[in-house]
């Protein structure tokens, strides 16, 4: 089944209430999508996020990722900060995938990692707490809010 075929399909059954959850169909679509795409960004000021990031993209076997950069301090003002970043990339750049990082949303409310397709729709995402409750360094944070992304979309880590 292609990519946009599932989504008009389960759009469909959404709409004549006959869609009783995901299935394992269209979890392949969204990995298939990812594995398949030929620019993905990440609209960031700090390389360090970016390489973070292409060491998970390269351990789940995806292809990497480059920073789109831009100033993304505007985002913060918005109701879902890291949401907004993906759109503000989404609007820069011709990448296929986008993987953004910001508040989840009001100040305190912790992080929202998130992979976006190049339509803007949310393919899988990853949170955490507020930094002053884990504790953790950002790279720490990014690693582990990553790998819950795409593990929740049923990716493996490649051995060897």
Same mark, same amino acid.
């Given at each position: 089944?292609?990519?946009?075929?599932?989504?008009?399909?389960?759009?469909? !059954?959404?709409?004549?209430?006959?869609?009783?959850?995901?299935?394992?169909?269209? =979890? #392949?679509? =969204?990995?298939?999508?990812?594995?398949?795409?030929?620019?993905?960004?990440? %609209?960031?000021?700090?390389?360090?996020?970016? !390489?973070?990031?292409?060491?998970?993209?390269?351990?789940?076997?995806? %292809?990497?990722?480059?920073?789109?950069?831009? /100033?993304?301090?505007? +985002?913060?003002? @918005?109701?879902? %900060? +890291?949401? #907004?970043? +993906?759109?503000? #990339?989404? /609007?820069? @750049? /011709? +990448? /296929?995938?986008?993987?953004?990082?910001?508040?989840?949303?009001?100040?305190?409310?912790? @992080?929202?990692?998130?992979?976006?397709?190049?339509?803007?729709?949310?393919?899988?995402?990853?949170?955490? %707490? @507020?930094?002053?409750?884990?504790?953790?360094? =950002? !790279?720490?944070?990014?690693?582990?809010? #990553?790998?819950?992304?795409?593990?929740?979309?049923?990716?493996?880590?490649?051995?060897?």
């Amino acid at each position: 089944m292609a990519f946009e075929k599932m989504i008009r399909n389960a759009f469909e !059954e959404s709409r004549d209430d006959r869609r009783f959850g995901d299935t394992l169909d269209e =979890i #392949a679509e =969204i990995q298939d999508y990812m594995k398949n795409a030929e620019k993905i960004c990440i %609209p960031n000021k700090n390389g360090i996020k970016v !390489e973070v990031l292409n060491r998970v993209l390269s351990e789940y076997g995806l %292809p990497q990722a480059e920073m789109l950069q831009i /100033d993304t301090n505007t +985002a913060d003002t @918005s109701r879902i %900060p +890291a949401l #907004a970043k +993906a759109y503000m #990339a989404l /609007d820069q @750049s /011709d +990448a /296929d995938l986008i993987i953004a990082r910001g508040r989840l949303g009001i100040p305190g409310s912790g @992080s929202l990692l998130i992979f976006i397709d190049n339509k803007g729709r949310i393919l899988t995402g990853g949170t955490s %707490p @507020s930094h002053v409750i884990h504790k953790k360094t =950002i !790279e720490e944070a990014v690693y582990e809010e #990553a790998s819950e992304a795409l593990e929740k979309i049923g990716f493996k880590k490649i051995e060897g």
